[in-house]
C-alpha cells in the first residue's frame, strides 16, 4: 500500500486561500468518506482538523474545510495566517489485499509568505 | 483532560528491542481502539499497529509484522507496543493515539510521542 500523494509544498500570502491535494485510489480515498486532515507545527504532534471529508472538530478554525472528488481529497484554508505555517498530513481508512487499516499522505509543508 | 504520555523511547543497537508504553488519562480507555503511528527523521507519518478496545482484534504494517506487538491493560490506562529485531530503519517518533468512537476512521487524540533511535 502506498501513501497518499500530496504536493511537497504549497505556498500562500496572508490572506489568501490555498489548497492542498491528496490522491489516492478506489481502495482509501476514493472507497471511504473517511479522510481526515492533520497539522503538524515542527517538533510537535499532529492535531486533527478535519474528519469525514468535511467535519470540522469542535476548536478547529471555520477557516479549514475539506472535499473530495473521486480518489483525491482537498484541503483548502481561506484567509491563511501565520499560525498556518506547518505540516499537512491527509489520511484514508483503507483496505486492501495487503491489509493496512489507515494510510497517510506524502505530507504538505504550507508557507505563509 | 484527555491526554496521552508515550515512554520508553531510547537508544538501542540493531537487532534490539524496546518497549514502548502510553499512559492514557481523561477519558475512559476502555472504550476507545488505539494505535500506534511513526514518523522517521524527517519524514512522513507512517501507520504501525491498531489494537481493539477489548484487545481481540489487531493489526499491523507490513514493515512491522512479525517483530512488533502491540497490547493494551485496560485497567492500568496504559498500552504497550513491544518491538523485537529492530533495524536502523525502525528510528522514529513514535506516536500513540486515540481512534474518534464508531470504527478505525481517524485519530483525534494524540501524545506527544517518543523517540527510537537505532544505531550502532
Known amino acids: 500500500q502506498s501513501a497518499l500523494t500530496q504536493p511537497a509544498s504549497v505556498s500562500g500570502s496572508a490572506g489568501q486561500s490555498i489548497t492542498i491535494s491528496c490522491t489516492g485510489t478506489?481502495?482509501?480515498?476514493?472507497?471511504?468518506?473517511?479522510v481526515s486532515w492533520y497539522q503538524q507545527h515542527p517538533g510537535k504532534a499532529p492535531k486533527l482538523m478535519i474528519y469525514?471529508?468535511?467535519k470540522r472538530p469542535s476548536g478547529v478554525s471555520h477557516r479549514f474545510s475539506g472535499s473530495k472528488s473521486g480518489n483525491t481529497a482537498s484541503l483548502t484554508i481561506s484567509g491563511l495566517q501565520a499560525e498556518d505555517e506547518a505540516d499537512y498530513y491527509c489520511?484514508?481508512?483503507?483496505?486492501?489485499?495487503?491489509?493496512?487499516?489507515?494510510?497517510f499522505g506524502t505530507g504538505t509543508k504550507v508557507t505563509v509568505l | 483532560e484527555v491526554q496521552l504520555l508515550e515512554s520508553g523511547g531510547g537508544l538501542v543497537q540493531p537487532g534490539g528491542s524496546l518497549r514502548l508504553s502510553c499512559a492514557a488519562s481523561?477519558?475512559?480507555?476502555?472504550?476507545?481502539?488505539m494505535t500506534w503511528v511513526r514518523q522517521g527523521p524527517g519524514k512522513g507519518l507512517e501507520w504501525v499497529s491498531t489494537?481493539?478496545?477489548?484487545?481481540?482484534?489487531?493489526y499491523y504494517a507490513d514493515s512491522v509484522t512479525g517483530r512488533f506487538t502491540i497490547s493494551r491493560d485496560n485497567s492500568e490506562n496504559t498500552l504497550f507496543l513491544e518491538m523485537n529485531s529492530l533495524s536502523v530503519d525502525d528510528t522514529a517518533v513514535y506516536y500513540c493515539?486515540?481512534?474518534?468512537?464508531?470504527?478505525?476512521?481517524?485519530?483525534?487524540?494524540w501524545g506527544r510521542g517518543t523517540l527510537v533511535t537505532v544505531s550502532s
Open positions: 493515539a486515540r481512534y474518534a468512537p464508531g470504527g478505525y476512521w481517524y485519530f483525534d487524540i
Open positions: 481523561g477519558f475512559t480507555f476502555s472504550t476507545y481502539a
Open positions: 489494537i481493539s478496545l477489548n484487545s481481540g482484534d489487531t
Open positions: 478506489s481502495s482509501d480515498v476514493g472507497g471511504y468518506n473517511h
Open positions: 469525514d471529508v468535511n
Open positions: 489520511s484514508s481508512y483503507a483496505s486492501t489485499s495487503i491489509f493496512i487499516l489507515n494510510v
